[in-house]
């Protein structure tokens, strides 16, 4: 995954490297480092732990003609300092910092050994930098040398590239991993996105797969093949990619506690009080598809098992599939299929990959996803976007109540029934009612400390809830979890249950109330505690939390509210970094 930033152009480097690296660490925090030329020549601070550490190690000024900067997530190689970026080539004519992965990285190294290169470390990314100094040295120039080095790449790779001898220019390529540009004063900028580039500049470019070029100080060229290509500039919303705490002290329980006000605005935006605003063609490919498939990782996979109910209600043929699985085993079925992809950071490695087969086979594809101008939205037919505001938290929690939000007023647009956005509303206050009670969930949380293993069960609606609420919950808190529908307990999890696991029951529907309870009882029968969450329309005594009213057909929101808190109370009494869970990133831009 990994983050990147870059500047071109004399002045101190500092606070563009290091706030920007900061704001790109949900990308990767494994290990951080920088690059400044200037008249002393090449120097680079590198740290293996995250931006903050390397904050620390680094000087006050840095100034130069030219920087780089890198946040890692380790892919090839373990955090070290040999392998934390920006990584210099053999002969110390390059310094480079690379975001994704080189598959063919074995074929090129050993073609590098045998041209007499060494390697100090184990990642992908020095055999990029030996591999373009290679090429340098055999080609007449540096933008020749970056032609022949993306004939040989396989894999993703967004580059930013000094050359030594050029101080005056920042290089770049890309492919299938995000890079932007962004048009300063008296200096240039780019980066894996545009938050890192805002304080500087509101003129932003693009850059599309398999370009390449440079930067410097008043200019910028971009080339594909053997061609520059023109400049398309962008704008971007700076309200909505706003990184600030606002006096709370996680990024994961302020996105918790936005998401009320995020539903309220999806139904000012997509409704304007007498009709959908949602593109007439979008509705008309929706209407006419025979059959919906949606793709997806994580939480948005848990936000599409809700779509899924809503297309099978329109009496659409409907599935999901974890877009890892369907990018290698493509099902697509029905006479006129269309496509729905989730995606909050719409960066998604595995999803990029299912979307190019899509569009090879010329399908209509609809993405919903919280991140304008990103690779998911931009190749898409139709983009549907969320609006939720920068999802900092690598647990991801407003974006799945928007996704789910969005769908149901979707859903409302093809019936033409406006009482969803009534709907929505009642939603938006009894997620209020929630958060007014969240001491009570702190109270629960704290018991669940007592155990090792935690099973989530659910049936329907409250199936997805489970689902999104272990995964929360091991992600962020580290107790071992996982989620079953009600009724498989007793086909082999429960040879697992002993006084140290607790099962969460989200029981929520009057139809599977009665056998929810009986799969819990089962539980306690075998020393098991049970934590029973459950509707008010269902509520006993004894459950421990009982969810406000709303429509059923929306109702896996409020419970996965309510587990959005419980897992974050969980981790806080933990004492581990809530929004920084180890081992993962928020962007996930591998395969
Ligand atoms: C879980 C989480 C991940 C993401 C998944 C997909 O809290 O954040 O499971 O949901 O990596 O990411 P997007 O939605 O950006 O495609």
Redesign the pocket.
């Given at each position: 995954m990994c983050g990147i930033v870059g500047g071109v152009g004399k002045g101190n480097y500092h606070d563009f490297l290091l706030n920007g690296l900061s704001s790109l660490d949900y990308r990767g925090y494994d290990s951080a480092g920088v690059t400044i030329v200037n008249e002393g020549g090449i120097k680079t601070y590198k740290v293996v732990g995250t931006v903050e550490d390397l904050i620390k190690k680094a000087p006050e000024e840095l100034n130069g003609f030219v920087g780089i900067g890198h946040t890692r997530w380790a892919t090839h190689g373990t955090p070290t300092l040999n392998n934390a970026h920006p990584i210099v080539s053999m002969h110390k004519e390059f310094v480079i910092v690379h975001n994704g992965v080189i598959e063919n990285f074995l074929s090129l190294r050993t073609k590098l050994l045998e041209e007499g290169y060494a390697f100090k470390g184990e990642t992908d990314t020095e055999i990029i930098a030996n591999y373009l100094e290679y090429s340098y040295h055999h080609s007449d120039g540096v933008l020749t040398a970056i032609k022949k080095l993306i004939l040989r790449l396989r894999g993703s790779y967004a580059l930013a590239i000094i050359h030594a001898k050029e101080p005056d220019k920042l290089y770049f390529a890309k492919k299938n991993s995000p890079l932007i540009i962004g048009e300063g004063q008296g200096m240039n900028y780019l980066a894996s996105d545009a938050v890192p580039l805002l304080s500087y500049t509101d003129k932003f470019i693009d850059i599309d797969d398999l370009q390449y070029g440079f930067l410097t100080s008043s200019d910028i060229k971009i080339f594909y093949k053997n061609d520059e290509v023109p400049k398309h500039y962008i704008t971007k919303n700076v309200e909505l990619l706003k990184k600030e705490l606002n006096g709370y002290e996680s990024y994961m329980l302020k996105e918790i506690e936005e998401t009320p006000a995020i539903i309220s605005r999806l139904c000012t935006n997509y409704f304007d009080g007498t009709e959908f605003k949602f593109s007439k063609s979008l509705i008309r490919s929706l209407k006419s598809a025979d059959t919906i498939i949606f793709l997806?990782?994580?939480?948005?996979?848990h936000a599409s098992l809700e779509g899924v109910r809503y297309m099978r209600y329109l009496g659409k043929a409907s599935e999901a599939y974890v877009a890892s699985e369907w990018a290698y085993e493509p099902v697509i079925f029905g006479k006129k299929p269309l496509f729905i992809l989730?995606?909050?950071?719409?960066?998604?490695a595995d999803?990029i990959k299912c979307q190019k087969v899509i569009n090879d086979y010329g399908f209509i594809n609809i993405s919903v996803t919280n991140t304008p101008g990103s690779s998911i939205d931009r190749e898409s037919t139709h983009s549907l976007l969320l609006n939720a505001g920068l999802e900092v938290s690598?647990?991801?929690?407003k974006?799945f109540s928007a996704q789910v939000a969005l769908l149901a007023i979707l859903v409302g647009a093809i019936e033409n029934r406006f009482n969803v956005i009534d709907h929505l509303r009642t939603l938006v206050d009894a997620l209020e009612k929630i958060t007014a009670q969240k001491e009570n969930i702190d109270l629960i949380a704290q018991k669940l400390l007592n155990y090792n293993l935690l099973f989530f069960i659910g049936r329907g609606n409250d199936l997805i809830a489970a689902k999104e609420a272990c995964?929360?919950m091991k992600?962020i808190t580290y107790i071992h979890s996982e989620a079953f529908p009600g009724g498989e307990m007793k086909h082999g999890p429960i040879a697992l249950i002993d006084h140290k696991t607790a099962l969460i029951a989200f029981n929520c529907e009057s139809m599977t109330n009665a056998a929810i309870r009986n799969n819990a009882k089962e539980v306690e029968t075998r020393k098991g505690s049970i934590f029973i969450v459950s509707s008010e329309a269902v509520y006993r005594g004894g459950d421990v939390f009982s969810l406000p009213y709303v429509k059923p057909y929306i109702k896996v929101i409020p419970a996965v509210y309510f587990s959005q808190y419980l897992a974050y109370f969980v981790a806080k009494h933990k004492g581990v970094n809530i929004d920084k869970p180890r081992n993962l990133a928020?962007?996930?831009t591998v395969e």
């Open positions: 997806s990782c994580g939480t948005s996979y989730i995606s909050q950071s719409g960066e998604t999803l690598v647990a991801s929690t974006a995964l929360k992600e928020k962007s996930v």
